[in-house]
């Protein structure tokens, strides 16, 4: 765990008195790189779920939230994730985008103590960047609502903090804690606080930051801590459970049914056999020099996970249960193999610790190499990731998920059978560049991803220009409804 403290000196009136006083704004950030749920800082105040934030109406003044993050009450429900990769359970603004401003509106002027944000990613969407903005409503030309082409301090806002937390070496996962406050006691008397929101990094779409609880202390706010999970999450219920082992009891899992007792055959019977086959598969397909496999997995069916199918994080595989249910016959065995992929790819593990060059693997990649395995290796039968006609013409490489997995299967074709391979094991050890494609291929990605979609284009119009040939069936190609 890591711990930064900045004090920047201004000039203040101390509340109540009307005499001039120096403070200082104190900013403490912290980075806890443990699967731990309990985000339990040295120096950060627990998250908590009697703050004056939990009374606050927040509202997004500009950007848009992504369609699989949580709606904007997980900010302020006191209710924390309980694993590293749960979307549904933190907001965040949408792929690509740069943030967005967040206004959180108190209702009437408040002594303001402290502002704490917390934040969990297993990756680059675990650090926190942003400008935190606050003000009283009164100021002549005062604007509420900003949009990112206005300054707020040309409209009544007053700056209180700018904060980076992106470490300067070592893995970027993990739970970050950032408290602001004041030496005086108090920021101030205000009614509004905005928070302007940055991306983390621009290597790939995936850098805006799983924000999972931003707290706001007045005089008024209690100690109740905030609990991981939420009131469906069945820690108080019977707990519905079946463990088993793979080779031998080299690797150990669990499938937790307690939110969804009618999947638990399901998973027993079907589920169960193909994790024991291949999760130690993929561990084999997928080595690297010291790499060390987690061996406890626990499979959960969850219902509080929106849109996304399935997660996986901190040695939890997260099951949509509304979504297995509609799925048992086709997809739903296959998520978890995208997801089993996920946790052995381990991609903020110690290969990154203490290596000050180490750099991220894209997001592209991350998503595009679970789909590879799952849809050329494990049901290469079902042609999930085709290309077609409907889309070959927005086909890119690096779009994620199916379409990346078809690239790095044409690859793996025409150009170097272990691509994928050591691909993984560069982004195991933080060494992720151009360079290991030119090494492999002679070629960059991006000259690869030209050859690739040339090659498709060629082909379907070949198929287009021959009467008998039959359109094959073309399975969605959007990332987001790939699990």
Request: hydrophobic residues 35%; charged residues 25%; contains cysteine.
């Amino acid at each position: 765990m890591k711990t930064r403290l900045l004090a920047l000196l201004v000039t203040a009136t101390v509340l109540g008195l009307g005499l001039p006083a120096i403070a200082e704004i104190q900013l403490v950030t912290e980075h806890k790189r443990d699967d731990s749920a309990a985000f339990k800082f040295k120096n950060v105040p627990a998250p908590s779920r009697g703050d004056a934030g939990t009374r606050a109406r927040f509202s997004i003044v500009d950007g848009d939230r992504d369609p699989n993050a949580g709606s904007l009450s997980k900010l302020h429900d006191g209710r924390l994730p309980d694993g590293a990769d749960q979307p549904a359970e933190n907001f965040f603004f949408t792929q690509g985008a740069d943030g967005g401003r967040i206004q959180i509106d108190l209702g009437s002027n408040s002594v303001i103590r402290q502002v704490n944000t917390y934040s969990w990613h297993a990756g680059s969407r675990g650090p926190q960047v942003y400008m935190v903005y606050a003000s009283d409503g009164n100021a002549d030309g005062f604007k509420a609502e900003p949009k990112r082409t206005t300054d707020p301090v040309s409209c009544g806002w007053k700056l209180l903090a700018r904060v980076d937390t992106r470490p300067k070496e070592g893995a970027v996962g993990g739970q970050y804690g950032v408290s602001i406050s004041d030496s005086a006691g108090a920021l101030g008397l205000f009614r509004y606080l905005l928070f302007d929101l940055f991306r983390t990094e621009t290597a790939d779409p995936f850098g805006n930051t799983f924000f999972s609880e931003i707290d706001v202390i007045d005089p008024n706010s209690s100690e109740l801590a905030a609990t991981a999970g939420d009131s469906k999450d069945g820690k108080d219920a019977i707990q519905i459970t079946k463990s088993f082992d793979a080779e031998e009891g080299k690797y150990h899992f669990t499938i937790n049914a307690t939110l969804a007792p009618d999947l638990m055959e399901w998973a027993d019977t079907e589920l169960r056999p193909v994790v024991q086959k291949w999760y130690p598969k993929l561990i084999e397909l997928l080595p690297s020099e010291g790499f060390s496999p987690r061996t406890n997995v626990t499979l959960r069916f969850r219902e509080d996970m929106g849109g996304t199918p399935a997660s996986a994080g901190g040695g939890f595989i997260n099951c949509n249960a509304g979504w297995f249910r509609k799925e048992l016959k086709r997809e739903a065995r296959g998520s978890v193999v995208h997801e089993m992929v996920h946790v052995v790819q381990n991609y903020t593990g110690g290969g990154r610790r203490g290596n000050t060059n180490s750099t991220r693997m894209p997001g592209w990649l991350v998503e595009g190499i679970p789909d590879y395995i799952r849809w050329f290796i494990y049901e290469p039968e079902t042609k999930g990731a085709e290309i077609t006609q409907r889309n070959v013409a927005k086909a890119k490489f690096d779009a994620s998920y199916r379409v990346t997995g078809n690239f790095l299967n044409w690859v793996t074709e025409k150009y170097d059978t272990n691509i994928v391979r050591k691909l993984n094991a560069a982004g195991r050890a933080g060494t992720y560049s151009e360079e290991v494609w030119k090494a492999a291929t002679g070629k960059t990605s991006q000259e690869l991803g030209d050859e690739w979609k040339k090659a498709h284009e060629t082909r379907l119009a070949a198929q287009a220009s021959t009467p008998t040939s039959k359109p094959k069936s073309e399975p969605s190609a959007d990332p987001q409804k790939a699990p």
